[in-house]
């Protein structure tokens, strides 16, 4: 099995900034995208931002230039800096791996369990 942690979730003033971790453990051979989701109330789960295996990104329009997605394949931990938070930007964070855990075997993915995000007016 394989578990994924999320840190770093809090309340923040707008334009404030927050850092938040994911560490994958478990049953891990490799380790392909890596990614960040959030679901406000009311609304559907969202991408915000995904980065590939050897460091290619994608970013939700909305998060463009204030969010930066890295990871450290050596800790299998994938981060979401956020900087110029927005009200908007409330919701919980959810943590996304797509992990093969043996060799040859199809990669599944894999959720974290949230960390909330407020940012207050």
């Known amino acids: 099995q394989v578990q994924l942690v999320e840190s770093g979730g809090g309340l923040v003033q707008a334009g404030g900034s927050l850092r938040l971790s994911c560490a994958a453990s478990g049953s891990i051979f490799s380790i392909n995208v890596m990614g960040w989701y959030r679901q406000a109330p009311g609304k559907q789960r969202e991408l915000v931002a995904v980065?590939?295996?050897?460091?290619?990104?994608n970013y939700a329009d909305s998060v463009k230039g204030r969010f930066t997605i890295s990871r450290d394949n050596a800790k299998n931990t994938v981060y979401l800096q956020m900087n110029s938070l927005k009200p908007e930007d409330t919701a919980v964070y959810y943590c996304?791996?797509?992990?093969?855990?043996?060799?040859?075997?199809?990669?599944?993915?894999?959720w974290g369990q949230g960390t909330q995000v407020t940012v207050s007016s």
């Open positions: 996304s791996a797509r992990v093969v855990t043996y060799y040859n075997h199809p990669s599944q993915n894999y």
């Open positions: 980065i590939g295996s050897g460091g290619n990104t």
